[in-house]
Structure formats: structure tokens, C-alpha cells
């Protein structure tokens, strides 16, 4: 059904929409009338209840059509479970329906203009007044900033390091809420990348995800989560351009015969098909150890997100390679796929954030 979706509704469309810098309000509600807007909600909230296999297998058809798109999904999908898993009943029931059918759009806000690798050091603040919280900072880089409904915000409500990281939602209409200019963006140009601000931004207490203090943790959960799913995103990328290859080279000729028939270009697709094989593996690995809840699905996700988001990218940077100079050009649309998962290695945490998750947990062990 993803396959389809992703064929019939994406594709045909994910060239102009980044030509224009479209954000595709109208084919985002068409994925969730299939159960894409909560693959991982449950379904006393209209939710999909499915896995974090289901939703890497998703995600990679997905990506083959429209990388930046699917990309988003991925982070609606990742603010619906943090309120499925850890909100009060009052929100589950106020919100998710709606985040189900995409009504209503969500962005996350964890980064900040001076904190992006080390987010635990984030500066926005939330003064406790009474029956609410007054928020000031900013955060940089939200995917959806200025048009997501919904903004799941971590903020300090108390003192230094993670344990003083709560998470607030935020609702697009509240007085002090204010976004920067869209980004103009390498890739990834379907959906709207901006500053959220806030002034003296009153939120309810009741919008509290968790506990006080919870935030960092939850936000560190989530993200096990979004790496598989940019992993998956970046697998996606990778192997249609891997198909596109595969079929240029059968088409192209040079010194009289299609450049298929030469060694050296069959050995570089063999290893293009392998390495992607292998990254994908891993990949459902830690998406089985997430749902599992393995004790070490934090160290399997940082894996995979390192090597699915490296490799994925060179893969498509070889496919570039292979289409010679038409692979530099937009009517081709490797080009595309090369902007859209460069910014895999980046977002999510970085690899080498990635390698140090892992580095710890294996000096650890």
C-alpha cells in the first residue's frame, strides 16, 4: 500500500513540488486516510498501532517517491506517539484524532540556535505562573515551523542538564508564538524549515507531556524512533536511485555496447546493492530491538541511523556517478534524492553524535 501510494501520488509530483518549495498540505492528509498519520498511535484514537518494522518498511517506500515528504511524515508520526505514549488521557483524546488524520500538523522542537549536538544544554525557559507556563527562547531548524498546528517544545523548567528538560505543547495561535522566514534549504524543499519563538508564550499546565523533568528522556525516546525512520527514509532514496542506475546503464551505450556490459561498472553496482542489503538488515534489527524495548535498542538505532543515512547517501551519490553528467542535471531526478538525504546525516542527531551513543554503551558494557 506504501509502494502504491508513494508510485501513484508522490512520484509524479515530488519534482515540481521541489522546484516550487510546495508543502503538500492536501497528499499528507490523503497518506493518513491510508493510516500514515499514526502508524504507532493506538487505535482507541483513530491510530494505526502498528511497529517500528512496519514503520521502516513504510517509510523506505515512501521515500522512493518523495524523500522530503516522507521525511515529514516521520516527524508528524514521531510527535503523535510522544503524546500517545506520555500525554495525559485529556490530550490523547484532544489531540490524536486529529494528528491521525492530519488535520492537524505537528512539528518537533527539541534544537536551538546554541544547541543542536549537545541538546541538553537547551536555553528556553518555562516559568512556572500559576495555572501556566511563560515561555522564552527559540528553537532552529523546526520542520513545519509557522505552518504545523501543534509544536512539541522541550523547555527548561528547572535547573542545569537533561533533568531540569520538560516537554509543552504549543498551539499555533498563542500569544508570543512567533516563526522566522522559511529556510531556503539545500534539499528537503517540500516542506517549510523555520525559527519558532517565543515572548512571554503562556501555555496551560494541562499541555505538559509527562512529568517536569521528563522531557529530555522523552525526547531522547522519540528520537531512537526518528533514526530508524530517517534511516529508512535514506534506504528509500538509495535504492531508487539504485533502480534508476540499474536501468541507465542497461540504455546507455559508450565505445559500442550498453555500459552494463562492463566489469568494473557491474562490480561498483554489485557492492551499491550489497551495502544497501546489509544497512537495511540492521536497520530491521533495531527497529525489532525499539519494539522489543532490548536493553540496548538505543546503541542497535544510533547503528542503524549511522550507517543507513552514510550509506544511502553514497549509494546515491555513485547512482549521480554512474548517470554521468545527466545525473547532474534536474531532469534527471538523482539530483533530487542527492539534496534530500545529505540532511540525513545531520538531523536526528549527528553520526557522529551517533558514534559516540554508540562508543559510550559499548565502554559501558
Keep these: ?6 508510485r501513484d501520488e508522490l512520484a509524479p509530483n515530488a519534482k515540481q513540488w521541489d522546484e516550487d518549495s510546495h508543502f503538500p498540505i492536501p497528499t499528507l492528509r490523503k497518506a493518513a486516510e491510508l493510516g500514515f498519520g499514526g502508524i504507532y498511535v ?49 490530550l490523547r483524546q484532544k489531540f490524536l484524532a486529529k494528528l491521525c488524520t492530519m488535520e492537524l500538523l505537528t512539528s518537533y522542537c527539541l534544537t536551538e540556535p546554541g544547541s543542536g549536538s549537545d541538546a541538553a544544554s537547551l536555553r528556553t525557559s518555562a516559568k512556572d505562573d500559576g495555572d501556566h507556563y511563560v515561555l522564552n527562547g527559540s528553537k532552529a531548524f523546526i520542520s513545519g515551523g509557522g505552518v504545523s498546528d501543534l509544536y512539541a517544545v522541550m523547555v527548561r523548567t528547572g535547573g542545569e542538564g537533561p533533568g531540569g528538560v520538560s516537554c509543552l505543547l504549543v498551539e499555533k495561535g498563542t500569544p508570543g508564538l512567533s516563526f522566522g522566514a522559511n529556510e531556503v534549504k539545500l534539499g528537503w524543499k517540500s516542506q517549510p524549515t523555520a525559527q519558532v519563538n517565543f515572548q512571554d508564550c503562556r501555555v496551560p499546565k494541562s499541555n505538559l507531556i509527562g512529568a517536569e523533568g521528563q522531557g529530555f528522556k522523552i525526547a531522547m525516546a522519540a528520537l531512537d524512533g526518528g533514526r530508524l525512520n530517517i534511516g529508512a527514509c535514506s534506504l528509500g532514496a538509495a535504492q531508487a536511485c539504485l533502480d534508476h542506475a540499474l536501468a541507465y ?36 534489527k533495531a527497529a525489532a530491538a525499539v519494539d522489543a524495548k532490548a536493553h540496548d535498542a538505543t ?24 548517470h554521468g553528467g545527466y545525473g547532474y542535471l534536474r531532469d534527471y531526478p538523482i539530483e533530487r534524492y542527492f539534496r534530500d538525504v545529505r540532511v540525513h546525516q545531520i ?3 549527528t553520526n557522529e553524535i551517533m558514534r559516540l551513543i554508540i562508543a559510550r554503551q559499548l565502554l559501558k558494557d
Design 1 to 6: 500500500m506504501a509502494a502504491s501510494f508513494s
Design 42 to 90: 493506538k487505535e482507541d484514537v483513530g491510530g494505526s498501532a502498528l511497529t517500528r518494522l512496519d514503520a521502516a518498511l513504510i517509510f523506505e517506500e515512501l521515500s522512493q517517491g518523495c524523500t522530503s515528504t516522507a521525511a515529514y511524515l516521520s516527524i508528524h508520526n514521531m510527535v503523535a506517539w510522544i503524546i500517545d505514549t506520555y500525554g495525559s488521557e485529556e
Design 249 to 284: 546503464a542497461k540504455e546507455r551505450k559508450q565505445f559500442g555496447r550498453p555500459i552494463a556490459d562492463f566489469q568494473a561498472l557491474q562490480f561498483r553496482l554489485a557492492d551499491m546493492a550489497t551495502e544497501l542489503e546489509a544497512a537495511r538488515l540492521l536497520l530491521h
Design 299 to 322: 546503541k542497535l538505532a544510533a547503528m542503524a541511523k549511522r550507517l543507513a543515512t552514510d550509506t544511502g547517501f553514497k549509494v546515491v551519490n555513485e547512482a549521480l556517478q554512474l
Design 347 to 349: 538531523l536526528e542527531g
